[in-house]
């Protein structure tokens, strides 16, 4: 549904390149989790995705429209959740009635049943809210928009601990065949349970790029304190209970996936996780 090929950005001319050549594919019905160190460039390509920033070089196609043009007809089939915002002081009624028709799909019906996963309600001033509060309100209204493309970034940072629960249904929630939704955080515990595909990127390369399926096919994540175990994983964190281990998944054995082990490890060893998954690729 969208391609980002070979796109080169930079914020000041002669300042190094925050993307350089840099290309992804996204397919329908997929909810991406877009992980990255700090500076790799995840907002600035969210950014780039919805065209509201345009690459030096190269170019974001989406269903075979350049979003650099800002064409009614991708405007109004993508929303972007930032990191940072503003919401005017008005009702929220108000505010449904000025943006919700700029989406042709938009569901008042279905922003109150995600309104109700946050316990909030349609009857709320947008400038008597807190930033958590905001923030509640604004994702609600982005899913309830009904575009075939959600990009959010940091969309946890700013929730409590019940919201970000919440979060997590709100998603599933809304996840439908014909949608995708990209996801952009450090937060990844947050994220794990409703992620089914993983992207790791890193110095405008895309180091991981896979299913949880197909992740937890070839590898296994466990929680021990065997020094034996521990000595052939790939990768080990320290944890409560000994070590967090990412092991090959020889044995067909199932795992939850932790993202925050995967993440290291393909941040580590990126050559040797990318290997494994090719082997794969290749065996079929």
Do not use: W
Not at 45 to 71: A, E, I, Q
């Amino acid at each position: 549904m969208l391609q980002v090929e070979n796109i080169s950005f930079s914020y000041r001319r002669g300042k190094k390149e925050v993307l350089s050549d840099f290309s992804l594919s996204l397919e329908k019905g997929r909810v991406y989790g877009l992980l990255g160190k700090n500076g790799a460039g995840k907002s600035t390509l969210l950014y780039l995705m919805s065209g509201l920033l345009t690459p030096k070089h190269g170019k974001v196609m989406y269903h075979d429209t350049d979003v650099r043009r800002r064409l009614p007809i991708t405007l109004q089939d993508m929303f972007l959740v930032p990191e940072e915002f503003e919401l005017p002081p008005i009702s929220l009624v108000s505010y449904i009635e000025l943006n919700g028709n700029f989406y042709p799909r938009f569901s008042k019906e279905d922003m109150v049943k995600y309104l109700h996963f946050f316990e909030m309600d349609l009857d709320t001033d947008l400038g008597a809210l807190s930033m958590g509060q905001k923030k509640k309100v604004f994702m609600s209204f982005a899913l309830a928009t009904n575009t075939s493309l959600l990009l959010m970034d940091e969309p946890t940072n700013g929730l409590d601990i019940p919201g970000k629960s919440q979060f997590r249904k709100f998603i599933a929630s809304g996840m439908s065949d014909d949608k995708t939704i990209v996801i952009s955080t450090h937060q990844v515990r947050d994220i794990d349970k409703v992620l089914d595909h993983v992207l790791i990127m890193d110095n405008s390369h895309v180091l991981l790029d896979q299913s949880i399926t197909s992740i937890c096919d070839k590898l296994l994540f466990v929680e021990s304190d065997d020094r034996e175990l521990a000595k052939t994983a790939l990768y080990t964190l320290p944890s409560v209970q000994g070590n967090l281990l990412l092991l090959p998944n020889t044995e067909n054995e199932e795992s939850e996936i932790n993202l925050e082990l995967l993440f290291g490890a393909t941040l580590a060893m990126p050559d040797k996780i990318v290997e494994m998954f090719h082997a794969k690729m290749n065996e079929q």
